[in-house]
Nanobody, 115 residues
């Protein structure tokens, strides 16, 4: 059974920084990609950033230049460094993983940016 455990969310002021972590555990053979999605109240879940096994990255336009996704393949862990946070970044952030054509989601971690 595969599990994704997120950590690092919290409350921060506008302009501040947070670093999210997502650790995958269980029977993992070949991770294709890991990434982060977010969902604000009353809105659909949206892509934030993804990183593939060969370190190719993709970012939402709204976070380019402010967020950086990285990955430690040996630890099956992905990170999201979030800088210059804005109130519109407030959401529940979900870790996502594609492994052997299966999709997995974490339980979500709350990020709140106060103005």
């Amino acid at each position: 059974q595969v599990q994704l455990v997120e950590s690092g969310g919290g409350l921060v002021q506008t302009g501040g920084s947070l670093r999210l972590s997502c650790a995958a555990s269980g029977r993992i053979f070949s991770i294709y990609s890991m990434g982060w999605y977010r969902q604000a109240p009353g809105k659909q879940r949206e892509l934030v950033a993804t990183i593939t096994s060969d370190s190719s990255t993709n970012y939402a336009d709204s976070v380019k230049g402010r967020f950086t996704i990285s990955r430690d393949n040996a630890k099956n862990t992905a990170y999201l460094q979030m800088n210059s946070l804005k109130p519109e970044d407030t959401a529940v952030y979900y870790c996502h993983m594609i492994e052997k054509f299966m999709n997995y989601w974490g339980q979500g971690t709350q990020v709140t940016v106060s103005s």
